[in-house]
């Protein structure tokens, strides 16, 4: 796909669900592996809904963790739901990963992950706007994801909630 696209490698980042790890984790270790090799970014989807185990984290050579987004539904209403959102982005910074705050759709929810020091984020308030424009341009306008020291990813995400 990187060859018949010309897209850079860094630039891409494949999103992983913890499910799809759970049938057969020596193999994923391995095929991980090799596109990290390859350079494509990996993001683990979905943390906390599946099969959770930090030992995955331990073993997967990942490069960003997504909070799911049942988490952020649940955020002006829930305590529990802020508990596990600053659990998972504690974990990401503290095995120095970048962490994605999935599937934001209103403004209180990105303030409240802005309060809560959450810098990127996902979902339909960001992207709401590109429906019905090509995504290259969404692109162009800095809505991707990217680590400070990373050229932007190929992802529909948005950095700094500000």
Not at 55 to 68: E, F, P
Not at 147 to 161: E, F, I, K, Q, Y
Request: charged share 25%; hydrophobic share 35%.
């Amino acid at each position: 796909m990187l060859t018949s696209t010309a897209l850079p490698a860094p630039r891409l980042c494949l999103e992983v669900t913890e499910s799809a790890l759970i049938r057969d984790l020596d193999q994923a270790v391995r095929v991980l592996k090799q596109f990290k090799q390859s350079g494509v970014s990996l993001s683990l989807d979905d943390l906390g809904t599946g099969y959770s185990s930090l030992s995955y984290l331990k073993r997967l050579a990942v490069d960003s963790l997504k909070i799911d987004k049942s988490f952020v539904d649940d955020l002006a209403t829930d305590d529990d739901s802020v508990t596990f959102i600053n659990s998972i982005w504690s974990l990401g910074g503290a095995l120095n990963l970048d962490v994605v705050a999935e599937g934001v759709e209103s403004q209180d929810q990105a303030e409240i992950l802005t309060g809560l020091g959450c810098e990127r984020a996902q979902g339909d308030l960001f992207t709401s706007r590109c429906r019905h424009l090509r995504f290259a341009p969404c692109l162009k306008n800095n809505r991707t994801t990217t680590r400070r020291s990373d050229p932007p990813r190929a992802a529909a995400t948005h950095s700094g909630l500000q």
